[in-house]
């Protein structure tokens, strides 16, 4: 079994054969092009309706994204035209080129072939990569920016320390995530230059033009700081607690959250699976410390600082904000394997993993077809059945998806009203018995959820019964409601 892996044909082979499986799964899923939901037509909008320069300020409809990251989907749509496939191209496109760079970034870490194609597997079938390798957010670039900017340092270390600058201040403007990376990588090096005493003059140059950034920066920072004080109480449960009593379950719900499409398999028995990845993941951190202290720091000290500004409430320990993890998770697992590679161990692992990931990986590619897909054909419903004398009512939350949709498929409607997001399901009640009876109405309402919003369909099904028509067009995430005649 060795030989067979040192062979150099059967190995690029096996790595040509996991990297078209890779592309094929995120291609797969970027043809369906699902419907936008909430977040993805949100930004949109914002794309569509905003200039330029203003994309560098606060957005509307409760969205936050890198401003280089919008701008560059503006270039894009304003030379394509706007459609879905447009606005995910850029998440897309570097989803793809972080394929090959992943497997550069896993070859610093890994020394067997085995544990490398081990890593390589793993990350071309995670459920998550897939997923937001075609939905329109940053996501797909924050997981770039970790192997990309780790590289660089590899790669240069303090040499040409200008131009390292340069390239470490652009990343921040394309992912919020790469200023966590990149602070840990700072903090490697800095720490290699008061140890060895040299490089101090290159290091200085290598923060010059990221200290000047980080004052522009800091700019953006305080045109979007209402919306980043919103975004922290959305994601309030992904703060360590000052007593540190939930961090042992953030740590395991985003181990488990990162080692998806196997999350199908370990479902029933969460915490068993958790414990187990955890465990292998430990140790090859451990492996990884023993084997290559700098390489250790390298890797793991963004994840340390990741903690610490959890802890202090700056970023949320929680699900796709820290899908830029991923890679070092992977390797840490991977790493494991490494050690005991010289008995090919590794290699028979790999081989039982790939027979047995098929079928989580074609149930997960069909879960994620199947995830916030509802809002076009609830659009299309409404535009085929709406008359011009109906009402709209919206939820706040379907907005986005309003706006979008209607300039998509040229529907325009004169009576629409937009319902603030409810904290109190009585008002509700109250607003639905004001409206006028002798209309007909048409509710749009989804369920995405917000802190301490009111989940308010009951009332309006309790609302349609007492009228001649009630009917509910789409169960889901959207839902469709006409009441009338």
């Given at each position: 079994?060795?030989n067979?892996?040192?062979n150099?044909?059967i190995?690029f082979?096996?790595?040509?054969?996991?990297?078209i499986?890779a592309v094929?799964?995120?291609?797969?899923?970027?043809?369906?092009n699902?419907?936008f939901?909430?977040?993805e037509?949100a930004?949109?909008?914002?794309?569509?309706?905003?200039?330029?320069?203003?994309l560098?300020k606060e957005l509307?409809?409760?969205q936050?994204?890198p401003p280089m990251?919008?701008?560059?989907?503006?270039?894009l749509?304003?030379f394509?035209?706007?459609?879905?496939y447009v606005?995910?191209i850029?998440p897309f496109?570097?989803s793809?080129?972080?394929?090959p760079l992943f497997?550069i970034?896993?070859k610093?870490?890994l020394?067997?072939r085995?544990s490398?194609l081990?890593a390589?597997f793993l990350?071309?079938?995670?459920?998550?990569?897939?997923f937001?390798?075609?939905e329109?957010k940053?996501?797909?670039i924050?997981v770039f920016a970790v192997?990309a900017?780790t590289?660089?340092?590899?790669?240069f270390?303090?040499?040409?320390?200008?131009f390292?600058?340069?390239?470490?201040?652009?990343f921040?403007?394309?992912s919020y995530?790469s200023?966590?990376?990149?602070?840990?990588?700072?903090?490697?090096l800095?720490?290699i230059v008061?140890?060895n005493?040299k490089?101090i003059?290159?290091?200085?140059l290598?923060?010059?033009?990221?200290?000047i950034?980080?004052?522009?920066?800091a700019?953006?920072?305080?045109e979007?700081?209402?919306?980043?004080m919103?975004m922290s109480?959305v994601w309030?449960?992904g703060?360590?607690?000052k007593d540190?009593?939930n961090?042992?379950?953030?740590?395991?719900?985003?181990?488990?959250?990162?080692?998806q499409?196997?999350k199908i398999?370990?479902n029933?028995s969460?915490?068993?699976?958790?414990?187990?990845?955890?465990?292998?993941?430990?140790?090859g951190?451990?492996?990884?410390?023993?084997?290559n202290k700098?390489?250790f720091?390298?890797?793991?000290?963004p994840y340390?600082v990741?903690?610490?500004?959890s802890?202090?409430g700056?970023?949320?320990?929680?699900?796709?904000?820290?899908?830029?993890?991923?890679?070092m998770?992977?390797?840490?697992f991977?790493?494991?394997?490494d050690y005991?590679?010289?008995?090919n161990?590794?290699?028979?692992f790999v081989a039982i993993l790939i027979i047995?990931?098929?079928?989580?990986?074609y149930?997960?590619?069909?879960?994620m077809?199947n995830?916030p897909s509802q809002?076009?054909?609830v659009?299309?419903?409404?535009?085929?059945?709406?008359?011009?004398s109906?009402v709209i009512?919206l939820?706040?939350t379907?907005?986005p998806q309003y706006?979008y949709y209607s300039?998509?498929f040229?529907f325009?409607?004169d009576?629409?009203k937009?319902?603030k997001m409810?904290?109190?399901?009585?008002n509700?009640?109250i607003?639905l018995?004001?409206?006028d009876?002798?209309?007909?109405?048409?509710?749009?309402?989804?369920s995405?959820?917000?802190?301490g919003?009111?989940d308010v369909?009951p009332?309006?099904?309790?609302?349609?019964?007492?009228?001649e028509?009630?009917?509910r067009?789409?169960k889901?995430?959207?839902d469709l409601?006409?009441v009338?005649?």
């Amino acid at each position: 079994m060795k030989n067979v892996v040192k062979n150099n044909k059967i190995y690029f082979y096996l790595l040509g054969l996991i990297f078209i499986y890779a592309v094929f799964l995120r291609l797969d899923l970027y043809v369906f092009n699902r419907s936008f939901w909430f977040d993805e037509a949100a930004l949109a909008i914002n794309i569509l309706d905003k200039g330029f320069f203003d994309l560098f300020k606060e957005l509307s409809y409760y969205q936050s994204a890198p401003p280089m990251f919008l701008v560059e989907t503006k270039v894009l749509v304003n030379f394509f035209s706007f459609s879905e496939y447009v606005f995910r191209i850029i998440p897309f496109f570097v989803s793809i080129v972080t394929l090959p760079l992943f497997y550069i970034f896993s070859k610093y870490f890994l020394y067997s072939r085995q544990s490398r194609l081990l890593a390589v597997f793993l990350f071309a079938i995670n459920t998550n990569l897939i997923f937001y390798s075609s939905e329109f957010k940053p996501y797909a670039i924050d997981v770039f920016a970790v192997s990309a900017l780790t590289l660089l340092v590899f790669k240069f270390k303090l040499k040409y320390p200008i131009f390292l600058g340069l390239i470490f201040s652009a990343f921040l403007w394309y992912s919020y995530a790469s200023g966590i990376v990149e602070f840990g990588l700072i903090l490697v090096l800095l720490v290699i230059v008061i140890k060895n005493k040299k490089n101090i003059k290159n290091f200085l140059l290598f923060i010059l033009p990221q200290f000047i950034n980080l004052f522009l920066y800091a700019l953006h920072l305080g045109e979007i700081d209402n919306m980043r004080m919103f975004m922290s109480a959305v994601w309030a449960h992904g703060y360590i607690s000052k007593d540190f009593s939930n961090i042992l379950e953030l740590v395991f719900d985003n181990i488990f959250y990162t080692f998806q499409p196997y999350k199908i398999v370990f479902n029933s028995s969460m915490i068993f699976g958790t414990v187990i990845l955890s465990i292998v993941c430990f140790f090859g951190a451990v492996f990884l410390f023993k084997a290559n202290k700098f390489k250790f720091y390298i890797l793991t000290l963004p994840y340390f600082v990741l903690l610490l500004l959890s802890y202090f409430g700056s970023y949320p320990y929680q699900d796709r904000l820290v899908l830029f993890l991923t890679p070092m998770f992977l390797v840490l697992f991977a790493k494991f394997f490494d050690y005991f590679s010289k008995n090919n161990i590794t290699l028979f692992f790999v081989a039982i993993l790939i027979i047995l990931s098929f079928y989580p990986v074609y149930c997960s590619q069909k879960i994620m077809k199947n995830l916030p897909s509802q809002d076009k054909a609830v659009f299309l419903e409404l535009s085929n059945n709406y008359k011009s004398s109906d009402v709209i009512i919206l939820a706040e939350t379907y907005l986005p998806q309003y706006l979008y949709y209607s300039r998509v498929f040229g529907f325009c409607a004169d009576n629409v009203k937009v319902e603030k997001m409810n904290k109190n399901i009585y008002n509700y009640l109250i607003f639905l018995n004001s409206l006028d009876k002798t209309k007909n109405y048409w509710f749009v309402y989804s369920s995405v959820k917000f802190p301490g919003i009111e989940d308010v369909r009951p009332i309006i099904e309790f609302f349609g019964q007492d009228r001649e028509k009630f009917i509910r067009y789409n169960k889901g995430k959207t839902d469709l409601y006409y009441v009338g005649k």
